[in-house]
C-alpha cells in the first residue's frame, strides 16, 4: 500500500504539466539505495540532513551547514505537512528533492523574516536513520558453526570482534583496528541494553549483524563525536570467547592407552606434548614446533592452575583436550603480547611419560628358563642384549645395531645405574622388561638420542654370565684359602715359590672351584701381577717370610691382598 500511495503521488507529479499553482507535494527520488529493507511510515522517527531553497535556489537553511541533522516523528504534525508527505517511503540512504506548496509549508504567513508568504519550498533530502518506539533489537546470523555445545547466557564473560556503523553505514568503531577483542560481562549493565540483549544465544564463532534502535543504544546523548543523537546502531559481531566466572575446567579425553598400569598424580613429574590455541582455534604455542616436550611437576604450582589440574590421573600415551576458564589460566591480565587478557586456553595434550622422584626400577620377568641356578650380581662380567625405548614407544638404541652384544661388569659404573641394577639376579637367557626412571638413568640433562628427564624403557635378554670379583680385587677365594698358606703355594717343598709354581697353584685353585680369577681379563697377566705384589724383594720367588712381611706390615694394604 506504501508503495502504492508513492506511485500514485509520482504519477500526480509526473502526469501534472500544469503551469498552474502546486496541489501536492512533487517528490523526485533521484538515488534510491539498491537494498532497502525499511521505508518510512507514519510514526517513525526519522533523521535526515537537509538543504532547503526557493525555486529560484536560493537556500535559506541547512541542516549540513549546520553539522546537526533533523530529528522528528512522522506524520503526526510535527512536521511540516509536505514534508510529513514528502519523507512517506523513503528508505536510508536515499536523496529525493520536495517540492513542497504554501499551503502544505508555512501558507499566507510565511515564517518569521525567513521565508515569505506563500512560497513554494524545495528541500533536497538524504535519510539518515529510521526507527519506531515499537522497534526491537534485530538479529540476524550471517555464519555459525555446526556445532554449538554451548551459548552466551546472563553473567556469562565473553570476548568478541565488532565493526560499528550507523544505520547509513557511516563506520563509528571497530575492535578489528584496535587490533584487540571488546571483553565484557553480559547482561550486567556494562554494555547498551541493546548489546546486552543481542549477544545472548550466540557461540563461539558465530557472526551475526545486531541493529539497536537509539532508545535501547545512546538514546538523545549520543556518544562523542562518533554516535549522534538518536542514532542506530549496527554491529557485524564476531563471537571469539565464553566463559563464565563459576566454570571449572573441562577435559575431554581423545585417547586411552590399554593397559594403564598407573596415572599420574601430584608430585609426579611428567614430560608432554601440546597444541596450545584460543577457542576460535587460532594457535598461540605448540611443544611440536619446538621439537622438544615440556617437562614439569604436578599438582606444585609450577604450571598455571588448570593445567596442574588437568595434568593429574593420566596414563602413559594418554591423548585428551582441556579447556581452561581464565581464572585458572593467565587470568585479566594475559601474558606477554601472546595471550590476551581473559582468554580461554584449549590444550591438546599427548603424554611422553611421567615419574616420581622416589621410584625404582621396574622389572617383569618375561622369561625364566626351568633350570637358574646362577644369577647375576656385583662384579660379575655379563653378556646381554637389550633395545631401549621411549615410554611412547620410540626406539632410541638397540644392540642388534651393533656387530656383537655389549659386555658389562655388573656394579661397575659402566652402565646407567637403574640398567645395571635391572640386570642383576638375572639367568643366562632370561629376558627382562625393566623401566628406568631418570634419576636411575640419564637425568635431567639427558645424553646423545636421550631427552631429558625420560623415562627409559628396556627390553633384556641375558646372554653369558662369568662370575667376577670384586672390584680392586684380581682373584678371590670362593672359601677359605689354605691355612697356612705358603706350604700350599710351596708344590715341590721346596721353601720357595717362583712365577711357573705360584701361576700353577692359583690354576689349580680357579679349577677346582676354590678360587675366582677377575673375568675379562688376562690370567697370565692378572698373576704376573700379583706375583709381583707378593715378591717383596723382586728376586723371582716368594718365600715365608715376605707373604708374612706383606700382611704384618700393612693392614691398610692387606685388606686389599687376595692372598
Known amino acids: ?70 530529528i522528528g516523528q512522522v506524520g503526526l504534525g510535527r512536521l511540516i505537512t509536505g514534508m510529513d508527505r514528502g519523507v512517506q517511503g523513503m528508505c536510508v540512504n536515499e536523496r529525493r528533492k520536495v517540492t513542497v506548496p504554501p499551503h502544505l509549508a508555512y501558507g499566507s504567513l510565511g515564517a518569521g523574516g525567513v521565508i515569505p508568504p506563500d512560497t513554494v519550498l524545495v528541500f533536497d533530502v538524504v535519510l539518515l536513520d529510521i526507527w519506531n518506539t515499537d522497534d526491537k533489537v534485530q538479529i540476524r546470523t550471517l555464519s555459525k558453526p555446526e556445532s554449538c555445545k554451548r551459548t552466551v547466557v546472563v553473567s556469562d564473560f565473553i570476548r568478541y570482534h565488532y565493526n560499528g556503523t550507523l544505520l547509513n553505514g557511516i563506520p563509528f568503531d571497530s575492535s578489528y583496528s584496535r587490533n584487540s577483542t571488546y571483553d565484557t560481562y553480559v547482561g550486567q549493565g556494562y554494555l547498551i541494553k541493546g548489546m546486552d540483549e543481542g549477544l545472548l544465544g550466540m557461540c563461539l564463532g558465530e557472526r551475526r549483524t545486531i541493529i539497536i534502535p537509539p532508545f535501547l543504544a545512546y538514546e538523545e546523548k549520543g556518544y562523542g563525536t562518533q554516535i549522534p543523537s538518536q542514532a542506530t546502531l549496527v554491529f557485524e559481531v564476531l563471537l571469539v570467547d565464553l566463559f563464565n566466572p563459576e566454570d571449572d575446567l573441562i577435559v575431554e579425553v581423545k585417547e586411552v592407552p590399554k593397559p594403564c598400569p598407573r596415572k599420574t598424580v601430584v608430585g609426579d613429574y611428567i614430560r608432554y606434548h601440546y597444541n596450545g590455541t584460543f577457542q576460535d582455534g587460532s594457535s598461540f604455542d605448540s611443544s611440536y614446533q619446538r621439537n622438544s616436550t615440556y617437562n614439569t611437576y604436578i599438582g606444585m604450582g609450577y604450571v598455571i592452575a588448570g593445567m596442574d589440574k588437568a595434568l593429574q590421573g593420566l596414563c602413559v600415551g594418554e591423548k585428551r583436550r582441556v579447556i581452561l576458564p581464565p581464572h585458572m589460566a593467565y587470568g585479566e591480565k594475559g601474558t606477554g603480547d601472546i595471550i590476551p587478557g581473559s582468554a580461554v586456553l584449549v590444550f591438546d595434550i599427548h603424554v611422553i611419560d611421567f615419574h616420581n622422584p622416589k621410584d625404582a626400577v621396574e622389572i617383569k620377568v618375561t622369561y625364566k628358563p626351568e633350570e637358574c641356578n646362577v644369577t647375576s650380581e656385583i662384579d660379575d662380567l655379563i653378556k646381554y642384549r637389550y633395545n631401549c625405548s621411549l615410554m611412547d614407544g620410540t626406539l632410541l638404541y638397540s644392540s642388534d645395531h651393533f656387530d656383537s652384544p655389549p659386555v658389562t661388569t655388573l656394579g661397575a659404573n659402566k652402565v646407567i645405574e637403574g640398567l645395571d641394577e635391572g640386570l642383576r639376579g638375572m639367568c643366562v637367557g632370561e629376558k627382562r622388561q625393566v623401566v628406568v626412571p631418570p634419576h636411575l638413568g640419564h637425568g635431567e640433562n639427558g645424553a646423545r638420542g636421550v631427552p631429558s628427564s625420560a623415562v627409559l624403557y628396556f627390553e633384556l635378554e641375558l646372554l653369558d654370565l662369568q662370575k667376577g670379583v670384586p672390584d680392586g680385587y684380581m682373584f678371590v677365594w670362593l672359601g677359605d684359602s689354605p691355612d697356612p698358606l705358603f706350604p700350599a703355594m710351596d708344590l715341590n717343598k721346596d721353601g720357595e715359590v717362583p712365577l711357573e709354581e705360584f701361576s700353577e697353584f692359583l690354576m689349580l685353585q680357579v679349577k677346582d672351584g676354590k678360587g675366582r680369577l677377575r673375568p675379562a681379563m688376562d690370567a697370565d697377566q692378572i698373576i704376573k701381577d700379583m706375583f709381583k705384589n707378593q715378591d717383596r724383594n723382586g728376586d723371582g720367588k716368594i718365600v715365608p717370610d715376605e707373604l708374612k712381611l706383606k700382611v704384618e706390615e700393612d693392614s691398610e694394604k692387606a685388606k686389599h691382598e687376595e692372598l
Open 1 to 70: 500500500m506504501k508503495l502504492i500511495v508513492v506511485l500514485v503521488l509520482l504519477s500526480a507529479v509526473y502526469i501534472n504539466c500544469s503551469p498552474g499553482p502546486l496541489d501536492d507535494v512533487v517528490i523526485d527520488r533521484y538515488d534510491i539505495p539498491r537494498v532497502c529493507p525499511r521505508e518510512v511510515q507514519t510514526g517513525d522517527f526519522v533523521r535526515y540532513h537537509y538543504n532547503g531553497t526557493f525555486l529560484d535556489g536560493k537556500k535559506f537553511d541547512s541542516s549540513l551547514e549546520r553539522g546537526n541533522p533533523f
